[in-house]
């Protein structure tokens, strides 16, 4: 059983920066390509950002690539979403989660495992 914990939501101005941080335990980390997805209130959850297990391969959504970049330290079982120019729309619950293929997966369902979330809120 695979554990992922959020970490380093809060409260930011627009243009402001914000480093989510997913620790994970149990399971074959180094094994899982790893997800960031996103859910606004009212909304369904959408995709953010994936990496592969090796961390060679990563790819956005459009909506946040340039601003927004994952990335992954197997040694430490954790992977980091950097959040720069943050906008109001920004604005949502942050989740992490890991699949077990390894691939690079941007749709929701093949992800096995998630945390609980942290809040990021953007004000304008």
């Known amino acids: 059983q695979v554990q992922l914990v959020e970490s380093g939501g809060g409260l930011v101005q627009a243009g402001g920066s914000l480093r989510l941080s997913c620790a994970a335990s149990?399971?074959?980390?180094?094994?899982?390509?790893m997800g960031w997805f996103r859910q606004a209130p009212g909304k369904e959850r959408e995709f953010v950002a994936a990496?592969?297990?090796?961390?060679?391969?990563?790819y956005y959504a459009g909506s946040v690539k340039g601003r927004f970049t994952i990335s992954r330290d197997n040694a430490k079982k954790t992977v980091l979403l950097q959040m720069n120019s943050l906008k109001p729309e920004d604005t949502a619950v942050y989740f992490c989660?890991?699949?077990?293929?390894?691939?690079?997966?941007?749709?929701?369902?093949?992800?096995?495992?998630w945390g609980q979330g942290t809040q990021v809120t953007v004000a304008s």
């Open positions: 989660a890991a699949e077990t293929s390894g691939r690079l997966i941007v749709v929701l369902r093949d992800y096995a495992y």
């Open positions: 990496i592969s297990w090796s961390g060679g391969l990563t």
């Open positions: 149990g399971g074959t980390f180094s094994r899982y390509g």
